[in-house]
């Protein structure tokens, strides 16, 4: 079992940023193949928003691209959302979600709220 531990977060008018991180709580003795984000909206499935390869690579959904930025810490084990411009649309709980040794992990969610 791999913990993930998210930090950020908050609430801020619409057109501010925030910023949120995730980080592997444990030691890991593989490679992360991939790090990313996830939204849910209330009653409905959760969303993709970023994520990134281990060679680097990002991905982004078209809600949130070149607002949103997506990176990997030197480390390897942390990966951070920097979102800026946010809109109220972008309110949600927000979840860190790792595949790592063939598992997919997920973080406890943060709230994210923009406000008009």
């Known amino acids: 079992q791999v913990q993930l531990i998210e930090s950020g977060g908050g609430s801020v008018q619409a057109g501010g940023s925030l910023n949120l991180s995730c980080e592997v709580a444990?030691?890991?003795?593989?490679?992360?193949?991939?790090m990313g984000w996830y939204r849910q909206p209330p009653g409905k499935e959760r969303e993709f928003i970023a994520n990134?390869?281990?060679?680097?690579?990002?991905n982004y959904a078209a809600s949130v691209k070149g607002r949103f930025t997506i990176s990997l810490l030197i480390n390897k084990r942390t990966t951070t959302l920097q979102m800026h411009s946010l809109k109220p649309e972008d309110t949600d709980v927000y979840y860190c979600?790792?595949?790592?040794?063939?598992?997919?992990?997920w973080g406890q969610g943060t709230q994210v709220t923009a406000s008009s």
């Open positions: 979600n790792v595949l790592y040794n063939d598992g997919y992990y």
């Open positions: 444990e030691r890991i003795f593989h490679p992360i193949s991939i």
């Open positions: 990134i390869i281990s060679a680097g690579s990002t």
